[in-house]
Nanobody
């Protein structure tokens, strides 16, 4: 019903910046919250940032002040601007969206394929 395509990952030096993008497509009434999560091999997935349809944001303490989440509702796209990156930010980053997918308020979560972010000298 919904597909998420992520892009923007790569290799950067410590202190560098990247911007991740995630585009949603498919069948849904509208998108509610959107967010970014990250996961290292053998580790649990953790929240990075979320943004509501109205633009309210929430950030993990580890990225607050360095990362900025934003969205373009007209294009069903969410972004994550990552500044002042450190090696601790090295992870696979996953886009997540919650959509209104059916009548009577049915909601569903969908995940992107993941994009690798590596921060190293």
């Amino acid at each position: 019903q919904v597909q998420l395509v992520e892009s923007g990952g790569g290799l950067v030096q410590p202190g560098g910046s990247l911007r991740l993008s995630c585009v949603a497509s498919g069948r849904f009434f509208w998108i509610n919250a959107m967010g970014w999560y990250r996961q290292a091999p053998g580790k649990q997935r953790e929240l990075v940032a979320t943004i509501t349809r109205q633009g309210a944001t929430n950030y993990a303490d580890s990225v607050k002040g360095r990362f900025t989440i934003s969205r373009d509702n007209a294009n069903n796209t969410v972004y994550l601007q990552m500044n002042n990156l450190s090696p601790e930010d090295t992870c696979v980053y996953y886009c997540n969206v919650q959509v209104l997918s059916g009548w009577n308020g049915a909601k569903d979560d969908y995940w992107g394929q993941g994009t690798q972010v590596t921060v190293a000298s």
